[in-house]
């Protein structure tokens, strides 16, 4: 059985990294093919995709954040990671991490996390 | 980057209708080396984290009612509900997961009259 779950700070300033992690179960992040995403959507807004992390270490990111993303994992814990720098309120949303595997079929239940000052 | 135009907002049916939900996108999906459309169709509950319910356009996801039928390929593709139930209140979305940047479409508000 699959499932995964994202932790976060629940809030923070604007300028401050926001670091998430999404532990899972039922995959492995060493097995081939398996990768694992990090999606975004504002209250009452749409869906957008952050990054991707596979499981040969390659990672893809979404140029609308420039270099602001990181991505990264630990296969022995079963944990991958985002950082986002240099956040503000544009960046306020509930996160979900989903394992990706051609496409995203299984997601966790999501953090929500607040930038405020 | 793919941009993925999907229509409509919203709609409102009452319990046994059908419905389609369409979504464009600006490139095709579909891959020359293995002939499949890389467009996934996701339900999301309110309150919920999205569901898979298509993959490839048109491939349900184990555990998915036959009533949710994907179709269509290369750019144009249609997500069907027949005999709507009122479980089916939802959000709607598509993704391209052909090339990165991946991109959803802004979504679909299904209403139960």
Same mark, same amino acid.
């Given at each position: 059985?699959?499932?995964?779950?994202? +932790?976060?700070?629940?809030? /923070?300033?604007? @300028?401050?990294?926001? #670091?998430?992690?999404?532990? %899972?179960?039922?995959?492995?992040?060493?097995?081939?093919?398996?990768?694992?995403?990090?999606?975004?959507?504002?209250?009452?807004?749409?869906?957008?995709?952050?990054?991707?992390?596979?499981?040969?270490?390659?990672?893809?990111?979404?140029? +609308?954040?420039?270099?602001? /993303?990181?991505? @990264?994992?630990?296969? #022995?814990?079963?944990?991958? %990671?985002?950082?986002?720098?240099?956040?503000?309120?544009?960046?306020?949303?509930?996160?979900?991490?989903?394992?990706?595997?051609?496409?995203?079929?299984?997601?966790?239940?999501?953090?929500?996390?607040?930038?405020?000052? | 980057?793919?941009?993925?135009?999907?229509?409509?907002?919203?709609?409102?049916?009452?319990?046994?209708?059908?419905?389609?939900?369409?979504?464009?996108?600006?490139?095709?999906?579909?891959?020359?080396?293995?002939?499949?459309?890389?467009?996934?169709?996701?339900?999301?509950?309110?309150?919920?984290?999205?569901?898979?319910?298509?993959?490839?356009?048109?491939?349900?996801?184990?555990?998915?009612?036959?009533?949710?039928?994907?179709?269509?390929?290369?750019?144009?593709?249609?997500?069907?509900?027949?005999?709507?139930?009122?479980?089916?209140?939802?959000?709607?979305?598509?993704?391209?997961?052909?090339?990165?940047?991946?991109?959803?479409?802004?979504?679909?508000?299904?209403?139960?009259?």
């Amino acid at each position: 059985q699959v499932t995964l779950k994202e +932790s976060g700070p629940g809030i /923070l300033q604007p @300028s401050q990294t926001l #670091s998430l992690t999404c532990t %899972f179960s039922g995959f492995s992040l060493s097995t081939y093919g398996m990768g694992v995403g990090w999606i975004r959507q504002p209250s009452g807004k749409g869906l957008e995709w952050l990054a991707n992390i596979w499981w040969d270490d390659d990672k893809y990111y979404n140029p +609308s954040l420039k270099n602001r /993303l990181t991505i @990264s994992k630990d296969t #022995s814990n079963n944990q991958a %990671f985002l950082k986002i720098t240099n956040v503000d309120t544009a960046d306020t949303a509930t996160y979900y991490c989903a394992l990706y595997n051609n496409y995203f079929d299984y997601w966790g239940q999501g953090v929500m996390v607040t930038v405020s000052s | 980057d793919i941009v993925m135009t999907q229509s409509p907002f919203s709609l409102a049916v009452s319990e046994g209708e059908m419905v389609t939900i369409n979504c464009k996108s600006s490139q095709s999906l579909l891959s020359s080396g293995n002939q499949k459309n890389y467009l996934a169709w996701y339900q999301q509950k309110p309150g919920q984290s999205p569901k898979l319910l298509i993959y490839y356009a048109s491939t349900r996801q184990s555990g998915v009612p036959d009533r949710f039928i994907g179709s269509g390929s290369g750019t144009d593709f249609t997500l069907t509900i027949s005999d709507v139930q009122a479980e089916d209140l939802a959000d709607y979305y598509c993704l391209q997961h052909y090339s990165s940047p991946l991109t959803f479409g802004s979504g679909t508000k299904l209403e139960i009259k």
